[in-house]
């Protein structure tokens, strides 16, 4: 049997040589920044790092699952990024906040994260040049559409780059070695409501309970005490070193919410391809009828529907539309030149994984 040093050993020899091809491809990482600093091309290309993910789980044969791959090649390519340039990430806060745990699942550690207390002022960030990338929520499978995203979307020029989702896991983390010494619980009244059955299946139901303005908030107060307990995200926990007990405490674990990432440029046209708009129908009888099928007379299969009352103009509505495809495909061209005017482009990007974690 090998011995617990040569196993060791064996690790670290591989540990060695992942460092030297790290290494190396960084060297290939600076040859590509150069030459896209000269033709002006973004550092973030999102459908060439989909491709990759696709690549490489295609041809693991080993232990790790796509899900590992992803979690580990993402960190690598935010590695590359700010090797390339810096990034400065504005999102919605606070910090450790969902939408934080996001971007940096996407950015990584070494990126500059701005935290902002609302999604519009995410928005005006990026308007006023002061961040290059932005990240906020869109949807919840449980509580539907963000409404302030979907307004923004119409209000400001910034596109979408790139869509995410994110599995949203509550977590217990305390100080405290044992349950029993636990004396309040800091959570969000939202996150707390969230995880009635695992605090009645622990008997923490008649614990007291502080609500805070944010799960986050909720880490850094548990922090403070050690007889205190906080419900938070896992990077709230992370950031305030606070120990996580219990990784997955909600009572509904299918919860999950897409993101968006939002910046300045427009992404090239890729094989798995996804466009969302915004569409002002004819004020007429029949006129949204008539323009989604105009979709169909296309082949453009429609994702998603959703009515926003439009600003200042009582009872007329736009509505946000996602569907497959590119904007500059020949057949969206089509419906374009149909509807002049009537149509806002919010971006085309690469279909987010909904299987990933």
């Known amino acids: 049997m090998t011995s617990l040093d040569e196993l060791r050993k064996n690790i670290n020899n591989i540990d060695n040589e992942l460092l030297k091809l790290l290494n190396q491809r960084m060297e290939y990482v600076k040859e590509v920044g150069a030459l896209k600093h000269t033709t002006g091309t973004s550092i973030y290309r999102p459908e060439r790092e989909r491709e990759i993910i696709e690549r490489l789980s295609a041809e693991s044969d080993g232990a790790l699952t796509k899900s590992a791959i992803e ?21 919605l806060g606070p910090e450790g906040s969902y939408t934080h745990q996001a971007a940096e699942s996407r950015f990584g550690a070494m990126s500059a994260y701005l ?22 929520p869109i949807e919840n499978n449980t509580e539907g559409a963000v409404g302030i995203t979907l307004d923004c979307l119409g209000k400001y020029s910034s596109l979408i780059i790139a869509e995410m989702y994110l599995d949203i896991h509550h977590s217990f983390a305390t100080l405290a070695e044992d349950l029993h010494e636990i004396n309040v619980i800091y959570s969000h009244p939202q996150g707390y409501n969230q995880c009635k059955n695992f605090l009645e299946e622990h008997f923490l139901q008649d614990i007291e309970f502080i609500p805070t303005r944010s799960t986050a908030a909720a880490a850094k107060r548990a922090k403070e005490d050690p007889h205190a307990a906080a419900i938070c995200s896992h990077i709230a926990a992370k950031l305030h070193g606070l120990p996580i007990h219990f990784e997955k405490i909600e009572d509904n674990l299918a919860n999950r919410t897409r993101f968006l990432i939002l910046s300045d440029f427009k992404n090239e046209k890729g094989a798995m391809d996804k466009t969302s708009i915004l569409a002002q129908t004819e004020d007429k009888p029949g006129g949204l009828l008539e323009f989604l099928q105009a979709f169909e007379d296309n082949g453009i299969n429609l994702t998603k529907i959703e009515s926003r009352p439009v600003k200042n103009e009582d009872f007329k509505s736009l509505f946000y539309i996602d569907f497959q495809g590119h904007i500059d495909d020949e057949n969206m061209q089509k419906i374009i030149k149909t509807y002049p005017n009537k149509i806002k482009w919010l971006g085309s990007y690469v279909q987010g994984d909904k299987d990933a974690v």
């Open 71 to 91: 979690a580990i090649f993402m960190e690598i390519f935010a590695v590359s990024r700010n090797l390339e340039l810096p990034e400065k990430i504005a999102y």
């Open 115 to 136: 935290p902002l207390n609302s999604i519009e002022a995410v928005f005006k960030v990026l308007e006023n040049k002061e961040s290059k990338y932005g990240v906020v």
